[in-house]
């Protein structure tokens, strides 16, 4: 019921004789259907506010899995260059002492 309805009932009421019971009703629908809304209104932001939430959470695990990634590569180039040096560490012959 919108505003506009809801005046026109009023008025009707006020110039009808009808049952006090039924303003009684009338207004107590009103009530409940403004709640209605405003809780509709807050559902509604609270589900924009948890799909935002949402998509934060899923970028912040893609970064992480990123890094991980990067993580692991700088590991395996890091062990790919002391195998290197020690290889190459063991085919120099120790320097020789000169007198």
């Given at each position: 019921?919108n505003?506009r ?7 009707r009421?006020k ?10 009703w009338l ?11 405003e809780?509709?209104?807050?559902n ?5 506010e948890y ?22 590569h ?19 012959p120790?320097a020789?002492?000169v007198?």
């Amino acid at each position: 019921m919108n505003q506009r309805d809801w005046n026109k009932d009023m008025e009707r009421a006020k110039t009808e004789p009808i049952d006090a019971a039924l303003i009684y009703w009338l207004e107590f629908a009103r009530e409940e259907q403004e709640k209605r809304a405003e809780v509709e209104m807050i559902n509604y932001d609270l589900r924009q506010e948890y799909q935002l939430e949402k998509e934060r959470a899923d970028k912040l695990e893609e970064r992480e899995e990123q890094l991980i990634h990067y993580i692991n590569h700088s590991i395996r180039i890091i062990d790919n260059i002391k195998f290197h040096l020690n290889l190459l560490h063991s085919t120099i012959p120790p320097a020789r002492k000169v007198d």
